[in-house]
């Protein structure tokens, strides 16, 4: 089992930033589409942002474009989700993905069915 690890998460004030990571085994990482779920309580879980496996391809939600940035390190096997101008309504538990079966010329994978793996999540709340 491929176990994905995410950090970064935490309490924050309305308008503040947080920097989640996401780690994976080499081999998993290298050939992987990656991206960020969150599922707030009460909610369905919900794609925020995607990256190619090349990392030049990125897709975000509506919800979060503009405040929200995806980008992957392949030398480090990491991937980070820089998020800025942060409210309430992002509070969720933050999850990191792989899609393991993406090629190289691959677009961001953004169906949830199509990921192989997940992490166990991280916290993100944003008091107003």
């Known amino acids: 089992q491929v176990q994905l690890v995410e950090s970064g998460g935490g309490l924050v004030q309305a308008g503040g930033s947080l920097r989640l990571s996401c780690t994976a085994p080499?081999?998993?990482?290298?050939?992987?589409?990656m991206a960020w779920f969150r599922q707030a309580p009460g909610k369905d879980r919900e794609i925020v942002a995607s990256?190619?496996?090349?990392?030049?391809?990125?897709w975000y939600a509506d919800s979060v474009k503009g405040r929200f940035t995806i980008s992957r390190d392949n030398a480090k096997n990491a991937m980070i989700l820089q998020m800025n101008s942060l409210n309430p309504e992002d509070t969720a538990v933050y999850y990191c993905?792989?899609?393991?079966?993406?090629?190289?010329?691959?677009?961001?994978?953004?169906?949830?069915?199509?990921?192989?793996?997940w992490g166990h999540g991280t916290q993100v709340t944003v008091s107003s």
């Open positions: 993905a792989a899609d393991v079966n993406a090629i190289l010329t691959s677009p961001p994978q953004t169906r949830d069915s199509e990921f192989d793996y």
């Open positions: 080499g081999r998993t990482f290298s050939r992987s589409s």
């Open positions: 990256i190619s496996r090349s990392g030049r391809n990125t």
